[in-house]
Each structure stands twice: as structure tokens, then as C-alpha cells.
């Protein structure tokens, strides 16, 4: 275990933290459960890109700019999109699937560490969907 590492470790531990805090405060409010699932991804991509940096940078050099960018910058957007409240679904949806499709593209090397951040933004996704569609009253015949 490298510094890097560590350094990840500490850096998603805070953010998580700041994820379970925002839900006690929020309470069982609408969106909530998405919210604290994309923070989670958030922290999952920021543990995974600190830590593989040092590797990525000796392997890879310049390019290591963008192989670690894309992720964090598709982890980043569904956050934006819930602080802007627009197309949060559809952004969440859309960031999940790039990441997925990032880890598959780098196969074997350091994209493996990618599905998890991915896969909690597909939960996310589809928790944030059905709160949407729980919210929307009904119209009742009298």
C-alpha cells in the first residue's frame, strides 16, 4: 500500500462522511438515497484516480490526463446536475454508462477499478428515478 492510496482512502472516507451527514440532515426526503449514492461514486472515483496517479503517470505519462479525467469528470457531472436540478436522471444515467464503458475500454490495466464508481451510479440512477416518479401526484376521479 502506497501513499497515494492513503491519500484516496482518506479523501473518499471525508466525502462519504459528508454523504451520510447530508442524508441525516435531509431525512428520508425525495432524492435523498441518489444523492448519497452519487457522493459515494464520487468518493469511489476519487479513492481509485489518487491511487492509481503515480502508476498512471510513470505507465502512461502525458495521457494520464485524460485516462484518469473521464472518470472523474463523469462522476462529477451527475453531482452538478443534482445541485442545478436539471436532468438528473438522465445525466446520472448517462455518467454511469460512461464509466462502464471507460472500464471496458481499458480492459485489464486500471480500468477494472472504474465498475464499482459505475455501478453506484447505475443504483443511483435507478433510485433517483423512482423517487421522481413517487412524487408525482396522481389525479383522482371523485
Known amino acids: ?16 462522511a459528508m454523504a451520510f451527514v447530508s442524508l ?25 484516480v489518487i ?9 502512461s505519462g502525458a495521457a494520464a490526463s ?3 479525467g473521464v472518470p472523474v469528470v463523469a462522476a ?12 438528473v436522471a438522465t445525466t446520472t444515467t448517462v455518467a454511469a ?10 480492459g485489464l490495466g486500471i480500468g477494472l477499478w472504474f465498475v464499482i464508481p459505475a455501478l453506484l451510479l447505475g443504483v443511483a440512477a435507478i433510485a433517483t428515478m423512482t423517487s421522481r416518479g413517487a412524487t408525482v401526484p396522481r389525479k383522482q376521479d371523485a
Open 66 to 68: 485524460y485516462l484518469l
Open 51 to 59: 491511487a492509481l496517479l503515480p502508476f498512471t503517470i510513470d505507465d
Open 1 to 16: 500500500m502506497n501513499v497515494a492510496t492513503i491519500v484516496g482512502g482518506l479523501v473518499a472516507l471525508f466525502i462519504a
Open 76 to 87: 462529477i457531472c451527475p453531482l452538478i446536475a443534482d445541485l442545478t436540478h436539471r436532468a
Open 24 to 48: 441525516r440532515r435531509r431525512g428520508p426526503a425525495s432524492g435523498s438515497v441518489g444523492l448519497v449514492l452519487r457522493l459515494l461514486a464520487i468518493a469511489a472515483t476519487a479513492w481509485v
Open 97 to 106: 454508462l460512461v464509466l462502464l464503458v471507460w472500464a471496458l475500454l481499458l
